[in-house]
C-alpha cells in the first residue's frame, strides 16, 4: 500500500481522483493531478486532448517541475554544496545561504514564485488545484494572466542559467568528489518524445543499461505492466520495482532528472540542449551514474521549463475555447507523467458505476528506491568503515546521498539538519559499537 492511498481511492468516483490523489504530496501535488487526469482520459475514451487542453496540461506541468526543482536546489542541497559536507550544522540551511548569499536567495524565492504563478494561472491555484478534469481543462490561460506572467520571463531565463552554471561548477570544481561520492553503475529509465527528446508530460517509455545500451525503447506507456514489476521485501514499506527481463537482481533502475538526461537524445529547447552536451560531456556520452549529478540535471530541467513556458505563453491556443473531448466509455486507465522526482505511474479500474475499483501508484520515489539504498549502503562503507564513533558530518554524509534523490519526503531531509536518521555501527564480529539517533519533528 502506498500510504494507504490505493485503498481509500477504492469506490470513490473517478472523476473526483485527480483532486483526491493530490493529497499524496504538498510539493507536487500537480504531478498526480495530471498523471490521475491522464488515466482518467482514458477512462472517458479520450486518446488526444484538443490543443487548448493539452498545451495548458503541458504549462502547468513546466511550473510544477520548475517549482519543485528550484525549491530542492536552493533550500535543501544548495547549502550542503556551499558550505561543504562537514559544515558546521546550524549554518548548513536555508537560512546561512539566506545570510551567507542573499542574492542566491533571493533568486531561488522567486524563481520558484514564478512556477507557483504559472500553476495558479493554469489549475486555478497553487497548491491542490483543479485546472484538469477528464478529458481536458476547465479552464483557458486569459489574456491578462499571460500578460502578468510574460513581465518576468525573461529575468526567470537569465537567473535559470545562473542556476545551470552553479550546479555545473561545482561538479567540474569537486571533480573528485562528485565522480567517488554515491557513484555506481545502474539502469535508467523515463518516458521520451518518440524522437528521442526529453518530454516532462507524454512519451514512451525508454530504458536504458548501465553502458548506454538500450533496454527496450518506444513503448507505449500503457503496456508498463508487461515490462515492469514490484516486489516486495519484508524489512521496507516501499516496492522494489524492477525490469522484468532483467529480474529482481539485476533489473532495478533509476529515474528523475538524472536518468532524463541519460535516456533523452536531445532537448528540443535551445539553452536546455546545449547544457545538456556539457552535462553529456562530463561523463564522456556515456549514461552518468554520479548521484551529485542530479543536482545539475535538475537545473537543466528548470532551464528547460522557463524555456518552454516562454514559448507556451506566445501561443494563441491557450486562449482557446475547445477545452474538454469526450469518447466511448472505457474501464481502465493509465497515466504516466514525469514528475520532478521521477517516472510516475497512476493505474485504475473503474466499474459501471463510475466508481474505483482497482488502483496502483508507483511513484518516482518507489522506482529509485533501491538506488537510495544503495547509494547509503555505499556511502556508508567509504565514511564509517573503521571507525569507532559517528559524527555529525557522518550523519550528514548518508543525508546528502539520501537528499541526491529529492524523496517524497524532502522536506523533513535538510531542516535545520534534522532528518530523522537511526545509524548503528558495528565492528567485523557483529558487536554493536555505537548507535545515533536523529529525530525529525
Request: hydrophobic share 40%; with cysteine.
Amino acid at each position: 500500500e502506498f500510504r494507504g492511498f490505493e485503498r481509500f481511492i477504492l469506490g470513490r468516483l473517478y472523476w473526483e481522483v485527480p483532486v483526491i490523489v493530490q493529497r499524496l504530496c504538498g510539493i507536487c501535488p500537480v504531478s498526480h493531478h495530471l498523471a490521475a487526469s491522464k488515466a482518467m482520459d482514458s477512462i472517458v475514451g479520450v486518446d488526444r486532448l484538443t490543443p487548448t487542453a493539452e498545451k495548458m496540461r503541458r504549462l502547468m506541468h513546466y511550473g510544477q517541475i520548475m517549482q519543485s526543482n528550484v525549491l530542492h536546489f536552493f533550500h535543501l542541497s544548495s547549502p550542503d554544496l556551499l558550505f561543504g559536507f562537514e559544515s558546521e550544522v546550524g549554518k548548513r540551511n536555508i537560512f546561512g545561504i539566506i545570510e551567507a548569499y542573499p542574492d542566491l536567495a533571493v533568486k531561488g524565492i522567486k524563481l520558484r514564485k514564478f512556477g507557483q504563478e504559472v500553476i495558479r494561472a493554469t489549475a486555478g491555484k497553487k497548491i491542490h488545484g483543479t485546472g484538469a478534469i477528464p478529458g481536458g481543462v476547465n479552464k483557458n490561460l486569459s489574456l491578462a494572466e499571460r500578460d502578468h506572467l510574460l513581465e518576468n520571463m525573461e529575468q526567470m531565463i537569465e537567473w535559470a542559467q545562473e542556476a545551470v552554471a552553479i550546479a555545473a561548477g561545482y561538479c567540474v570544481d569537486h571533480l573528485a568528489l562528485v565522480q567517488a561520492f554515491a557513484t555506481f553503475n545502474s539502469s535508467h529509465m523515463s518516458l521520451v518524445r518518440e524522437d528521442g527528446a526529453l518530454d516532462l508530460y507524454h512519451g514512451v517509455l525508454r530504458a536504458i543499461d548501465a553502458s548506454g545500451n538500450t533496454i527496450f525503447d518506444q513503448v507505449d506507456y500503457r503496456d508498463f505492466n508487461d515490462y515492469l514489476m514490484e516486489e516486495v521485501r519484508s524489512w521496507s514499506y516501499m516496492k522494489f520495482p524492477f525490469i522484468k527481463r532483467r529480474g529482481n537482481l539485476d533489473g532495478w533502475y533509476r529515474v528523475g532528472p538524472l536518468s532524463r538526461m541519460n535516456t533523452a537524445g536531445f532537448i528540443d529547447t535551445p539553452l536546455a540542449d546545449n547544457a545538456h552536451r556539457a552535462f553529456r560531456a562530463f561523463s564522456n556520452g556515456r549514461p552518468n551514474q554520479m548521484s551529485l549529478a542530479y543536482h545539475w540535471a535538475r537545473m537543466i530541467e528548470v532551464l528547460h521549463c522557463v524555456e518552454k513556458i516562454r514559448e507556451l505563453l506566445h501561443d494563441p491556443d491557450l486562449q482557446g475555447s475547445d477545452l474538454v473531448q469526450r469518447g466511448e466509455r472505457r474501464e481502465e486507465g493509465i497515466g504516466v507523467i514525469e514528475a520532478p522526482r521521477g517516472t510516475l505511474f497512476h493505474h485504475y479500474r473503474v466499474d459501471q458505476n463510475d466508481q474505483v475499483v482497482f488502483c496502483n501508484l508507483i511513484v518516482s520515489t518507489t522506482n529509485n528506491n533501491e538506488a537510495m539504498n544503495r547509494a547509503v549502503t555505499q556511502v556508508a562503507k567509504a565514511h564509517l568503515s573503521n571507525q569507532t564513533t559517528i559524527t555529525e558530518g557522518m550523519l550528514n554524509q548518508i543525508e546528502v546521498a539520501v537528499r541526491a534523490y529529492d524523496p517524497c519526503l524532502s522536506c523533513a531531509t535538510h531542516a535545520l539538519g534534522q532528518m530523522p536518521l537511526d545509524v548503528a555501527l558495528y565492528d567485523a564480529a557483529g558487536q554493536l559499537l555505537q548507535r545515533k539517533v536523529k529525530d525529525g519533528y
